[in-house]
């Protein structure tokens, strides 16, 4: 079954609000990353946290993970409307063959 | 220069033709995937290869044959197109597995939009 699952499915904000995202899986991982879709286009990875951390940064964005509750979240700071995109969770199950799973992904909208 | 390539970008065919989308990495990556992204945007992977051998094959059915000549391309070859093969097709690849077990990011390319009549 599917390993990732983000909410909300889609989400619509004003720029310069924040967006946050989460996701959630079943099993134990080596790693969460986000990746982030424009319309029509390929995936681009944003940011990989490892199953021992806990927090991240990267610019404007902010992950968490907490392995107990096997989640995470996406936080986007000051978003601008180029970041109207689909944001999706892929993990990479431990002990696993080299794939990732996706999840079906936030499609987010920012407004100017 | 683009880092992932796929080729074409837009396919448009008739129920029961074979095509085929090629893929090229100049990463340098040692494994290569096929992921299939459906109408609802759910992305799922096909196949992997690491060095030119198959790695994963996720009960795709036979009618989809990868093959890579060299560790910088794979290629699909679909035979036998149905409907139910309308999808984009993206191409990715990754470094090597890291030391300590611990795997990195997957590079896109910009996908392969096929359209089954």
């Known amino acids: 079954s599917q390993q990732g699952e983000e909410d909300p499915q889609a989400l619509s904000i004003q720029e310069g609000e924040n967006a946050t995202m989460n996701c959630s899986y079943k099993t134990s991982i080596n790693n969460l990353q986000w990746y982030r879709q424009n319309s029509g286009r390929g995936l681009v990875h944003l940011i990989l946290?490892?199953?021992?951390?806990r927090e991240k940064h990267s610019g404007r964005l902010r992950v968490t993970l907490d392995t107990s509750k096997k989640s995470s979240s996406l936080l986007i700071t000051a978003s601008r409307a180029a970041d109207t995109a689909s944001y999706f969770c892929a993990t990479d199950a431990w002990g696993g063959s080299e794939k990732l799973v996706f999840g079906k992904g936030t499609k987010l909208t920012v407004n100017p | 220069d683009t880092a992932v390539s796929q080729t074409p970008k837009y396919l448009v065919t008739q129920m029961g033709n074979d095509k085929s989308i090629k893929c090229e990495q100049n990463l340098g990556h040692d494994t290569m995937y096929w992921y299939k992204q459906d109408s609802k945007k759910f992305l799922k992977i096909m196949f992997s290869y690491n060095n030119k051998e198959l790695i994963i094959n996720e009960t795709v059915p036979n009618r989809f044959s990868p093959k890579s000549p060299d560790k910088a391309h794979l290629n699909l070859h679909i035979n036998s197109l149905e409907l139910g093969d309308s999808a984009v097709y993206f191409c990715a690849s990754s470094h090597p597995e890291a030391s300590g077990g611990v795997r990195n990011e997957q590079f896109f390319g910009p996908g392969t939009r096929l359209t089954v009549l």
């Open positions: 946290i490892r199953s021992n951390e």
